[in-house]
């Protein structure tokens, strides 16, 4: 069974930069979309970015255009996502989260167990 493993999250200030990885193990197929989902607190878990390994297709929510960008190293089976510009309502805690056999990331088949980020006013 796929397992992920997120780290990078930590305070920062409004306007600051962080990189959150996600580390995959374990897994038998190369074909699979992984991406980042974020619960923010009082509110439902949401989908934030996603990247195919089939095609290297992303996408990331309205709120994170401009400001996000999601990567891929096969070497290392590590996606990672770059945050900048980092505003309040980025405050929550990203999960890393993988589908198999797609190239879209919603209904994920294996989560990691997540990473907090607090972005400090």
């Known amino acids: 069974e796929m397992q992920l493993v997120e780290s990078g999250g930590g305070l920062v200030p409004v306007g600051g930069s962080l990189r959150l990885s996600c580390t995959a193990s374990?897994?038998?197929?190369?074909?699979?979309?992984i991406g980042w989902f974020r619960q923010a607190p009082g509110k439902e878990r949401e989908g934030v970015s996603c990247?195919?390994?089939?095609?290297?297709?992303?996408w990331y929510t309205d709120s994170l255009k401009g400001r996000a960008t999601i990567s891929n190293d096969d070497a290392k089976h590590t996606m990672y996502l770059q945050l900048t510009a980092l505003k309040p309502e980025d405050t929550g805690v990203y999960y890393c989260a993988a589908r198999l056999r797609a190239d879209y990331c919603t209904d994920p088949n294996y989560w990691g167990k997540g990473t907090l980020v607090t972005v400090s006013s």
């Open positions: 374990r897994f038998t197929t190369d074909d699979y979309a």
């Open positions: 990247i195919s390994r089939a095609d290297g297709s992303t």
